[in-house]
Nanobody, 116 residues
Framework: QVQLVESGGGLVQPGGSLRLSCAAS????????MGWYRQAPGKQRELVAS????????NYADSVKGRFTISRDNAKNTVNLQMNSLSSEDTAVYYC?????????WGQGTQVTVSS
């Protein structure tokens, strides 16, 4: 059973940066495209960034394009999300999982709060 553990969230001021990390157990991590998702209060979970299995291609939601960067290290079974120029609209719980389709159980996520 693959487990996903997200970390790196916290409270940050508008315009600030955070780097999220996701550690995945299991030997099949490297064969799947991975994604970072977020869920804001009262909203549905949305995919904000995805990266191909080999890390060569990435895609971003329009709302984060140019501000967020996804990366992965298959040797360490990790996927990261560098978030810059954060605004209050980025406040949410952030999760990682495989890019569509979802293959793993959701982890607990990591809370990102952008507030002055």
């Amino acid at each position: 059973q693959v487990q996903l553990v997200e970390s790196g969230g916290g409270l940050v001021q508008p315009g600030g940066s955070l780097r999220l990390s996701c550690a995945a157990s299991g030997s099949r991590f490297a064969i799947y495209a991975m994604g970072w998702y977020r869920q804001a209060p009262g909203k549905q979970r949305e995919l904000v960034a995805s990266i191909s299995s080999n890390g060569y291609r990435s895609n971003y939601a329009d709302s984060v394009k140019g501000r967020f960067t996804i990366s992965r290290d298959n040797a360490k079974n990790t996927v990261n999300l560098q978030m810059n120029s954060l605004s209050s609209e980025d406040t949410a719980v952030y999760y990682c999982n495989t890019a569509s389709p979802i293959r793993y159980s959701w982890g607990q996520g990591t809370q990102v709060t952008v507030s002055s």
